[in-house]
Nanobody, 118 residues
Framework: QVQLVESGGALVQAGGSLRLSCAAS????????MGWYRQAPGKQREFVAT???????NYVDSVKGRFTISRDNAKNTVYLQMTSLKPEDTAVYSCNMIIKTTALRSYWGQGTQVTVSS
């Protein structure tokens, strides 16, 4: 059984910073892609950033230059450093990992709320 547990969501003023964490636990053989997605009220979930096992990163245009995704493979953890936050970044942020146990599949965290006040 694999679990993803997120932390770091909070209420922050515009221009502020937050760091989200997502740690995977369980019978994990390997993790390929780790990523962050977000869902704002009344909107569909959208891609934010991903990082491969080799360290290649990809970002949605709206966060480029403000957000940084990183990972600690020894801890099975992915991070999202968010700076220069804007009210439009307000959303529930969820992590996603492609994990191999006895099979390869996608896992999701429960989500953490980020609220940016103007």
């Amino acid at each position: 059984q694999v679990q993803l547990v997120e932390s770091g969501g909070a209420l922050v003023q515009a221009g502020g910073s937050l760091r989200l964490s997502c740690a995977a636990s369980g019978n994990i053989f390997s993790i390929s892609v780790m990523g962050w997605y977000r869902q704002a009220p009344g909107k569909q979930r959208e891609f934010v950033a991903t990082i491969t096992s080799g360290g290649n990163t990809n970002y949605v245009d709206s966060v480029k230059g403000r957000f940084t995704i990183s990972r600690d493979n020894a801890k099975n953890t992915v991070y999202l450093q968010m700076t220069s936050l804007k009210p439009e970044d307000t959303a529930v942020y969820s992590c996603n990992m492609i994990i191999k146990t006895t099979a390869l599949r996608s896992y999701w965290g429960q989500g953490t709320q980020v609220t940016v006040s103007s």
